[in-house]
Structure formats: structure tokens, C-alpha cells
């Protein structure tokens, strides 16, 4: 039996595991796919397609104002993990940052890696693309950025990686070619040759797709920066995004360093109760359906878009556990060791289809919290 297992292996489901595993919980995490992180941008939203401030979103989520403490203490606690796992997060949400996406639109985060910089109202920007992508268009994200900093002045160019494939190249592909210090080396020799050709000075920004390396991202955006003296930034857009596989294979890199048992490929198809509380979770693997106990569980299966709801013509329903809901998705009865987070708690938590990173990061604190007031005979559901 473990103390801890969570269902879902997102943003919110490996946060989870790991903060679980601070606690001391013997912990399992069962996941159908591979987790909604790699179709993610990378940075955490405050709220999704809305630059608006700390105070409506803390409206629209229906948030006390006590919970502002426990949201900068999930801040905090996720900073110092990614700061540990070598990939660090800056930002606050009180302040949101204006950055370009791989489309040249300005959107507001409240946390993004280091490998993003903020975009100014003025000075120059140069966006550079690379001729084996498709998926990123330098004039066309010139274009639409010119729109939205109208005092910016922005040149673009492409260059190639001198790498050919069979298939359509991704921006991930990129990045691992760009994980190579001589391939390195020649990009930034043709974008020096490319500015000199055109008569393009020195800017404050070089905009690049979300490629700047992989493994070796440090390496790659400090080489970029230092040889072509000044700030670089990814601009992240359609997945996958480097910005996001780098989050998603940390986590889950420490995840299974820090003794997460994983049950992969695996389906939860109900759940074994006892009064209130759930006893067990039926699990298919490969055809075999058996039981996995724990004492608490957390759901993190993401809303519609993550699979976690279901849309009927009779409403929304639950596809995991096959919960009784309400019509927006909360669960009518709630079970006392269950902890929904992200969002699994219904679908009035969800902006344009999703919930948002700072969100996510809130209820996945708060469910541990209540896992350890739990544990020391604290209440249940935080």
C-alpha cells in the first residue's frame, strides 16, 4: 500500500509525486500518456489568454485572500525545485512580463526559465529562424510583433543548421543539433555575416524559436549572448517547445530519482470505495486490471482538453474515477482522501481551455498541505 497516489502525470501530477516524496509518502503515480507538459509552452500563466492582474485572478478562481501567502509559499517551493533540478524559473505574479510567442504576439506570464527575456516597448530586436523549420516564420513574426511595439524596430533573418531530415524538422530537433557547440558556432558566424550583408546594427534582442538546446541550454544561450552581445530570447509557440520538454524531463528525471514508483501505461477505471473514503484504485495494464491501494490520492488528470472530463449529451462527467459531478465538473461527493488539483476541480477553474501554471502550482501546494495535516491528524481536504 503507498501513503500517496496520484493519477496523472502533468505539471500538477509530477509536482505532486515529488512534493509527496518531500513529505516522506510512499508514493505511485499512474499515467495513461505521456502528461500535457510537452504541449505546453513552458511558462506559467496567471490567467490563460488574459494579462489581467493578481486580483481578478484571484476572482475568477473564487481565492481568499489567505491563500495569497500560501500561493507565494507554492512559488517559492517551485523555484527552489527547479532551481535544484539546473533549469531555474524567474518571475512573480504581482508583476507579469510581457513576452513574444512564436506567432510575434505579445503575451503576459507571471514565470518563465531563464532562456526568456522580457520584450520592450522600444529599442531593436532582430528575429532569427532557421530555414529547416517551418512551424517559425521570422518576416511573419516580425510583422505581427511590429503591430503590438509599434516603437520597436525589428530586422529578421534566417540561417540554416546545416542538418537535413526525411521528416518535417521540430523546434525540439533544433535544439539537440544546437546542443552542439560547432553547430553553435556556425549559426552565430551567419547571423554576424547575414546583419553585415544588411546593414543591421547591434540590437538589445535576438528572438529565437523555443531551441536554444536541450541538455546544454545554458551553454547554448550564454554562447549566443556572449558572441553576439546582447539578451536572446525563445519565443515559444506551436509544441513542442524546448522550453517545455526541458520542465517535463526534469520533473520527471527527479521524480524517479526521488523513488516515485511509476505505473506507465497504465489506466484507472474506477475506484474501490469504503463509505467516504477510497480504498483502492482499479488499474489496466496491457489487457490485466488489479487494485492499487493508498491511503490518500490526488487527481490530476487535467480537465477536458487533458482527458479528465468527459462532455456528454448528459453533462460532464469524470473519466478516471467515475465520480458523480455537478454540471461544472465538481464532484457531488467529494471522498475525504481524495484531493483534486489543477484542473480536476471542475471546469469553472479553466480560461480558454486551460487553467493556467500559477493555478496548477496553488492547488498542487495546497493538496500536499492537506496530505500532511492528514498524515498528522490534521483535517482532510485543504
Same mark, same amino acid.
Given at each position: 500500500?503507498?501513503?500517496?497516489?496520484?493519477?496523472?502525470?502533468?505539471?500538477?501530477?509530477?509536482?505532486?509525486?515529488?512534493?509527496?516524496?518531500?513529505?516522506?509518502?510512499?508514493?505511485?503515480?499512474?499515467?495513461t500518456g505521456a502528461g500535457k507538459i510537452m504541449q505546453s509552452t513552458g511558462v506559467m500563466d496567471l490567467i490563460p489568454g488574459s494579462d489581467g492582474n493578481l486580483n481578478e485572478w484571484m476572482g475568477i478562481?473564487?481565492?481568499?485572500?489567505?491563500?495569497?501567502?500560501?500561493?507565494?509559499?507554492?512559488?517559492?517551493?517551485?523555484?527552489?525545485?527547479?532551481?535544484?533540478?539546473?533549469?531555474?524559473?524567474?518571475?512573480?505574479?504581482?508583476?507579469?512580463?510581457?513576452?513574444?510567442?512564436?506567432?510575434?504576439?505579445?503575451?503576459?506570464?507571471?514565470?518563465?526559465?531563464?532562456?526568456?527575456?522580457? +520584450?520592450?516597448?522600444?529599442?531593436?530586436?532582430?528575429?532569427?529562424g532557421f530555414n529547416e523549420l517551418t512551424d517559425f516564420q521570422p518576416l511573419f513574426i516580425r510583422k505581427n510583433l511590429?503591430?503590438?511595439?509599434?516603437?520597436?524596430?525589428?530586422?529578421?533573418?534566417?540561417?540554416?543548421?546545416?542538418?537535413?531530415?526525411?521528416?518535417?524538422?521540430?523546434?525540439?530537433?533544433?535544439?539537440?543539433?544546437?546542443?552542439?557547440?560547432?553547430?553553435?558556432?556556425?549559426?552565430?558566424?551567419?547571423?554576424?555575416?547575414?546583419?553585415?550583408?544588411?546593414?543591421?546594427?547591434?540590437?538589445?534582442?535576438?528572438?529565437?524559436?523555443?531551441?536554444?538546446?536541450?541538455?546544454?541550454?545554458?551553454?547554448?544561450?550564454?554562447?549566443?549572448?556572449?558572441?553576439?552581445?546582447?539578451?536572446?530570447?525563445?519565443?515559444?509557440?506551436?509544441?513542442?517547445?524546448?522550453?517545455?520538454?526541458?520542465?517535463?524531463?526534469?520533473?520527471?528525471?527527479?521524480?524517479?530519482?526521488?523513488?516515485?514508483?511509476?505505473?506507465?501505461?497504465?489506466?484507472? +477505471?474506477?475506484?474501490?470505495?469504503?463509505?467516504?473514503?477510497?480504498?483502492?484504485?482499479?488499474?489496466?495494464?496491457?489487457?490485466?486490471?488489479?487494485?492499487?491501494?493508498?491511503?490518500?490520492?490526488?487527481?490530476?488528470?487535467?480537465? +477536458?482538453?487533458?482527458?479528465?472530463?468527459?462532455?456528454?449529451?448528459?453533462?460532464?462527467?469524470?473519466?478516471?474515477?467515475?465520480?458523480?459531478?455537478?454540471?461544472?465538473?465538481?464532484?457531488?461527493?467529494?471522498?475525504?482522501?481524495?484531493?483534486?488539483?489543477?484542473?480536476?476541480?471542475?471546469?469553472?477553474?479553466?480560461?480558454? =481551455?486551460?487553467?493556467?501554471? +500559477?493555478?496548477?502550482?496553488?492547488?498542487?501546494?495546497?493538496?500536499?498541505?492537506?496530505?500532511?495535516?492528514?498524515?498528522?491528524? =490534521?483535517?482532510?481536504?485543504?
Amino acid at each position: 500500500m503507498y501513503d500517496v497516489v496520484v493519477i496523472g502525470q502533468g505539471l500538477s501530477g509530477m509536482l505532486s509525486a515529488i512534493w509527496a516524496r518531500e513529505e516522506g509518502c510512499r508514493t505511485a503515480l499512474v499515467t495513461t500518456g505521456a502528461g500535457k507538459i510537452m504541449q505546453s509552452t513552458g511558462v506559467m500563466d496567471l490567467i490563460p489568454g488574459s494579462d489581467g492582474n493578481l486580483n481578478e485572478w484571484m476572482g475568477i478562481y473564487h481565492l481568499g485572500s489567505w491563500q495569497q501567502s500560501r500561493l507565494n509559499d507554492a512559488i517559492r517551493k517551485f523555484k527552489t525545485l527547479m532551481n535544484r533540478l539546473g533549469y531555474p524559473y524567474k518571475g512573480e505574479p504581482q508583476d507579469l512580463i510581457p513576452i513574444v510567442t512564436g506567432s510575434g504576439r505579445i503575451k503576459h506570464t507571471a514565470l518563465y526559465p531563464e532562456t526568456i527575456s522580457p +520584450v520592450t516597448e522600444e529599442g531593436s530586436a532582430v528575429v532569427v529562424g532557421f530555414n529547416e523549420l517551418t512551424d517559425f516564420q521570422p518576416l511573419f513574426i516580425r510583422k505581427n510583433l511590429q503591430k503590438e511595439r509599434p516603437l520597436l524596430s525589428i530586422d529578421s533573418i534566417r540561417i540554416h543548421l546545416g542538418k537535413y531530415s526525411q521528416r518535417l524538422m521540430t523546434q525540439l530537433d533544433a535544439a539537440r543539433l544546437l546542443d552542439q557547440r560547432d553547430i553553435r558556432t556556425d549559426c552565430i558566424g551567419q547571423i554576424k555575416k547575414q546583419m553585415a550583408q544588411k546593414q543591421i546594427g547591434r540590437p538589445d534582442l535576438f528572438i529565437f524559436p523555443a531551441s536554444l538546446g536541450e541538455d546544454e541550454w545554458k551553454e547554448t544561450v550564454g554562447q549566443f549572448h556572449s558572441e553576439l552581445r546582447a539578451k536572446v530570447t525563445e519565443a515559444p509557440g506551436m509544441p513542442p517547445n524546448a522550453t517545455a520538454i526541458r520542465l517535463n524531463d526534469r520533473l520527471k528525471r527527479e521524480a524517479i530519482r526521488s523513488g516515485v514508483r511509476f505505473y506507465a501505461d497504465t489506466t484507472v +477505471v474506477g475506484a474501490n470505495m469504503d463509505g467516504e473514503e477510497i480504498k483502492s484504485l482499479r488499474i489496466k495494464t496491457s489487457g490485466r486490471v488489479s487494485n492499487l491501494s493508498g491511503k490518500q490520492f490526488i487527481l490530476a488528470t487535467g480537465g +477536458v482538453l487533458g482527458g479528465g472530463f468527459e462532455i456528454t449529451p448528459e453533462g460532464i462527467k469524470e473519466s478516471a474515477l467515475h465520480l458523480e459531478t455537478d454540471s461544472s465538473g465538481v464532484m457531488a461527493r467529494l471522498p475525504v482522501n481524495l484531493y483534486p488539483v489543477g484542473a480536476s476541480k471542475g471546469v469553472q477553474m479553466i480560461c480558454h =481551455g486551460i487553467v493556467g501554471g +500559477v493555478y496548477t502550482l496553488l492547488s498542487t501546494y495546497e493538496a500536499v498541505c492537506g496530505l500532511r495535516q492528514s498524515v498528522t491528524g =490534521g483535517v482532510g481536504n485543504a
